[in-house]
Antibody
Framework: QVQLVESGGGVVQPGTSLRLSCAAS????????MHWVRQAPGKGLEWVAV????????YYADSVKGRFTISRDNSKNRLYLQVNSLRAEDTAIYYC????????????WGQGTLVTVSS | EIVMTQSPAALSVSPGERATLSCRAS??????LAWYQQKPGQAPRLLIY???TRATGIPARFSGSGSGTEFTLTISSLQSEDFAVYYC?????????FGQGTTLEMK
């Protein structure tokens, strides 16, 4: 069965950086688009970024463009999100999610990793 | 950006009754709509895609309908495990966008 396990979250100060990771298993990782979706405490879902199966296409939400970078290592079945210049409003649970293909819906989700930005 | 608006924000229904949740898109998204269920402390779970197709393992009491700009999620006979937050999501255009959610509460 599909498993997505995020890691790398924590409590950080504004302006600092983190690298989130998502370990994928149970499917052929290199064939699917992958996303990061976040959820601020008590709020709704916000799509953050997507990467195509081979890493050649990447899209970002305007709120993170220029600060966040999505990447993947298909040899390791891993998805990453480099988050720089963190702000208080970036505080959220960050979910890794598998696309049905690329540019579709999220058919599997990880359990999330919490990023808290606080001074 | 396509704006997704869900209504109502909260819905109070008794177990065994029917619940109807609505989702409206700011422009046509054809049938490129998904519904997710999220319980407290859990990740979202895909319920419906293509506006009306149930995802694997989703009970038949969940049904989706609509196309264009108006969509509905219906839960025909509410079970205790169905009380949760429900989100719609469009994947017609980038960026994909979610509605703000409907909280389904037990009456």
């Amino acid at each position: 069965q599909v498993q997505l396990v995020e890691s790398g979250g924590g409590v950080v100060q504004p302006g600092t950086s983190l690298r989130l990771s998502c370990a994928a298993s149970g499917f052929t990782f290199s064939r699917y688009g992958m996303h990061w979706v976040r959820q601020a405490p008590g709020k709704g879902l916000e799509w953050v970024a997507v990467i195509s199966y081979d890493g050649s296409i990447k899209y970002y939400a305007d709120s993170v463009k220029g600060r966040f970078t999505i990447s993947r290592d298909n040899s390791k079945n891993r998805l990453y999100l480099q988050v720089n210049s963190l702000r208080a409003e970036d505080t959220a649970i960050y979910y890794c999610a598998k696309d049905y293909n690329f540019g579709y819906y999220f058919d599997n989700w990880g359990q999330g990793t919490l990023v808290t930005v606080s001074s | 950006e396509i704006v997704m608006t869900q209504s109502p924000a909260a819905l109070s229904v008794s177990p065994g009754e029917r619940a109807t949740l609505s989702c409206r898109a700011s422009q046509s998204i054809n049938s490129n709509l998904a519904w997710y269920q999220q319980k407290p402390g859990q990740a979202p779970r895909l319920l419906i895609y293509g506006a009306s197709t149930r995802a694997t393992g989703i009970p038949a009491r969940f049904s989706g309908s609509g196309s264009g700009t108006e969509f509905t999620l219906t839960i025909s006979s509410l079970q205790s495990e169905d009380f949760a937050v429900y989100y719609c999501q469009q994947y017609e255009n980038w960026p994909c966008t979610f509605g703000q959610g409907t909280t389904l509460e037990m009456k």
